[in-house]
């Protein structure tokens, strides 16, 4: 957390954090909005696997999706999770967020099949999804732990079905490759408890 946000009430960092969630959702709109307009130009901003021009499409993707349909799929999710994620401080969710990007689709690009085109925020979602459940414990925190079995309740049967290779059309590869970066961010950006003070008699 930063010096700034340290001062900041409970009811600051909600605030705070709920403001960041509802922009990036609206950006999120606005591209797909753009995207119709144009005649789903934006769509070639997706990744093609091992294709090298298409490395500078990694973190464009996780903001473009093929239809409001698909899009509205990932609002809720998102808003949510992103949510809980950033009410423990912006930088570090910020931080957290670009590594689930940056993982997932370089991952992606290495290992999905060939002559695919991937893109949508589902990826960034299931790394929140992993960091929410594994940082509670991690950091030995009852509210996170809270928060963790929670969404685990909540969305588990959706995450699952989405890591299953059976599905035509979802990039299992890409929702997979996201939980396990967000995984790795909770030990990455992980708060370690303050040491206790020094007993002086």
Do not use: Y
């Amino acid at each position: 957390m930063s010096g700034v946000e340290a001062g900041w009430s409970r009811g600051d960092r909600a605030m705070a954090a709920g403001k960041l969630m509802l922009a990036w959702v609206a950006l999120l709109w606005l591209l797909e909005v753009v995207d119709v307009i144009s005649g789903h130009a934006l769509d070639g901003l997706g990744i093609t696997p091992r294709t090298p021009s298409e490395l500078i499409d990694v973190v464009p993707s996780a903001f473009i999706h093929f239809g409001f349909a698909h899009l509205a799929a990932n609002t809720v999710p998102l808003l949510v999770l992103g949510f809980l994620a950033a009410l423990a401080g912006l930088r570090r969710f910020l931080l957290v967020c670009a590594l689930i990007i940056l993982v997932d689709g370089l991952g992606v690009w290495l290992i999905s099949p060939a002559h695919t085109n991937t893109a949508g925020a589902s990826g960034l979602i299931f790394g929140l999804f992993g960091f929410l459940l594994a940082t509670g414990f991690l950091e030995r925190r009852p509210l996170g732990i809270l928060t963790g079995i929670l969404i685990a309740a909540i969305w588990g049967g959706s995450i699952l079905a989405g890591l299953a290779p059976t599905q035509s059309g979802v990039s299992w590869q890409g929702h997979l490759l996201g939980l396990a970066a967000g995984v790795a961010a909770a030990f990455v950006f992980r708060r370690r408890p303050a040491a206790p003070p020094e007993l002086i008699r």
